[in-house]
Structures are given as structure tokens and as C-alpha cells.
């Protein structure tokens, strides 16, 4: 592949609760973006240029600024991109549907959050890319904004952990809460025991969530919290040996790092995070959901969550008995 020679992305559930029209397709594809975003400089070298919905409508409507060709069945696109964006929030509960052609074949697959609603669904996701040595990458921006990285190198100075705080503006737990609790993942890494979530009520702010991790080296176990308020973009304390603050600035920019590691991962198939991490992040979002649901904010532990599946936002799209 020349250095020159673009990238061509499918997405694939392009309506609805969707990031890809007003922030990863602007960066992605600025040309015929004029009204859309300030940004017209190309920054990657992808395009998009297959689009599907259960919507056909919404998937022209979609497709018009990017010349993108709309398929009649999303398995059209097979053979005919290099990555596949799966985004709309509302399709999650199909995502093990949408993306069984492209794990066979094989295709760099992107999941938007939360990746599954249910463990079984996580786990069918998975088995299916390891079977066919297919890369998923599944993240929030947070994740790979400039700043965690010197979060990261400060935290394996510490030592052994103590605890930390943070705080993550936030709509929903489902759609926006877990932006916190995928930043604090890649700030402070895993080994998540059980998940506590106290809130009044899910679909909005305020609420605090509570993580229990195994001790690092042979300490104790910690603890964390994540703040999950309106009004603040991102921030963490980590306590150690010493202690430290961080905060998380926002920008037009702020998207690209998560789209440069996709691209990478296009370019490479190497997978910025193993299936391992895929699987603890789903769980650290179910277990807190369970937590506020059924156990009145008690913690639940990720060895927990089998058969349980955490409930919609939004009303389901798709027509009943939907198998593809």
C-alpha cells in the first residue's frame, strides 16, 4: 500500500446516535464537510465511502456529503473496504449481527461504546475475532488524549497504588458515563474486582461510581472513583507514594488520537488493546449499571454479570425477529 493511497471505511448503522456525521467524518473526510465542521485540512488517510442502515433513508441521507455508495445489506461492503465503523449506540444489541461478515472476513473492525450490553454478547464478539484473526478496537477519545499518556508514565512511578478520584462530564451512564470509566481503565489499568454505581437515576447526572482493584506488586487493594457530573470535561487525582492531578483538555483536535490509533490499527492489525481489556471494559460498564439497577449502588463484582444484559436508551430501531 503507498504511502499516498487512502483508506476506504464502511460504516455500518449510520443513523440515529451515531458519532461519525458531526466528529470522526470531518476528520476522516473533510471534503463536502463545509457546513459541517471548521476542519478542512485532511488529517487521516481514510475516507468513507460504503454506508448501510436499517434506515435506507437516514443511509442516503448519511452517505450525500461523502459520495459514499449505501449498500442493500450491510454485507455488500465485504471485499470492498479496508475497516468497518460500527456507531450507532441504538444498534448495540446487534452489533454481534452487524459485525459477523466482517469478523470473518477478516476486516478491521471499530465498535463504538459500550461495545455489548451483556457479557454473552461481548464474549460472542470476541470469540468470533479471535477465531478469524480479526483486530477490534472498541475506546473512548479519553483513552488516547495527549494527557493520559503522562498519566500513565507518573502512575508507574507510584508504586503501589492507594486510590484515586475523578470526574467526567456526562448526559447519560450509558452513552457519556462511560467516558470516565474507560478513561480511568487506560489512566490506571485493570484488575477490576467489583463495580459500585450510586446515582437517583441513570439517565442523567449526578451520580459516582466506585471501582475495586486487585493490589499491583503484592499491595493492598484500592480503590477509585469517578464523579460522573455535568459541567467539567475530564480530570484524576492518583494517590501513591506521592500523589498527582491531572486534568483533560478538550478541542476540535481532541477526536483525532482515537482515529490515528484506528488508522494504525488498519495499517497494521495490530490492536491498540488486546481482546482481554475489550472484555474487562464491557464488564466494568455492566457491573456499575447492574450495581444502580438491582442492587440499590452495592457493588458487583465482574464474575457477576453472566446472562445479565443492561437496558436500552432508546427504543429499539429494528423490526422484530432482526437476524441480518
Known amino acids: 500500500m503507498s504511502g499516498a493511497e487512502l483508506l476506504n471505511i464502511g460504516v455500518v448503522a449510520c443513523a440515529r446516535y451515531t458519532h461519525t456525521p458531526v466528529i470522526w467524518g470531518p476528520l476522516m473526510h473533510p471534503e463536502g464537510q463545509e457546513e459541517r465542521s471548521r476542519v478542512r485540512t485532511r488529517a487521516t488517510r481514510m475516507r468513507i465511502t460504503h454506508a448501510w442502515d436499517i434506515d435506507a433513508e437516514a443511509a ?71 477465531t478469524h484473526d480479526t483486530p477490534v478496537m472498541s475506546a473512548s477519545s479519553f483513552e488516547f488524549a495527549p494527557e493520559v499518556d503522562a498519566i500513565r508514565q507518573r502512575v508507574a512511578g507510584l508504586g503501589n497504588l492507594h486510590g484515586y478520584a475523578a470526574a467526567n462530564s456526562m448526559s447519560d451512564y450509558a452513552t457519556h458515563g462511560i467516558h470516565g470509566l474507560y478513561f480511568v481503565h487506560a489512566c490506571v489499568g485493570g484488575g477490576i474486582r467489583s463495580v459500585a454505581y450510586q446515582t437517583p437515576d441513570w439517565h442523567e447526572p449526578n451520580g459516582v461510581v466506585s471501582i475495586e482493584h486487585e493490589g499491583r506488586d503484592g499491595g493492598r487493594p484500592f480503590y477509585g472513583t469517578v464523579q460522573q457530573i455535568s459541567g467539567t470535561w475530564g480530570w484524576i487525582r492518583v494517590f501513591g507514594s506521592t500523589s498527582f492531578e491531572q486534568w483533560v483538555g478538550s478541542g476540535p483536535y481532541f477526536w483525532l488520537p482515537l482515529l490515528l490509533e484506528w488508522q494504525r490499527m488498519l495499517e497494521t492489525r495490530q490492536m491498540p488493546q488486546p481482546y482481554s481489556v475489550l472484555l474487562e471494559k464491557t464488564g466494568l460498564f455492566l457491573a456499575g449499571f447492574r450495581s444502580h439497577l438491582e442492587r440499590q449502588g452495592a457493588p458487583v463484582g465482574l464474575d457477576e454479570l453472566d446472562g445479565w444484559i443492561a437496558p436500552r436508551l432508546n427504543p429499539d430501531p429494528y423490526p422484530p425477529g432482526f437476524s441480518g
Open 60 to 130: 442516503h441521507e448519511f452517505a450525500q456529503p461523502y459520495g459514499a455508495r449505501v449498500v442493500d445489506h450491510f454485507a455488500d461492503m465485504v471485499g470492498a473496504v479496508d475497516g468497518v465503523i460500527l456507531d450507532d449506540f441504538d444498534s448495540c444489541s446487534y452489533f454481534p449481527v452487524l459485525a459477523a461478515p466482517f469478523l470473518d472476513a477478516g476486516i478491521p473492525l471499530f465498535i463504538n461504546r459500550p461495545f455489548a450490553l451483556s457479557m454473552d454478547d461481548a464474549h460472542r464478539l470476541i470469540d468470533r475475532a479471535q
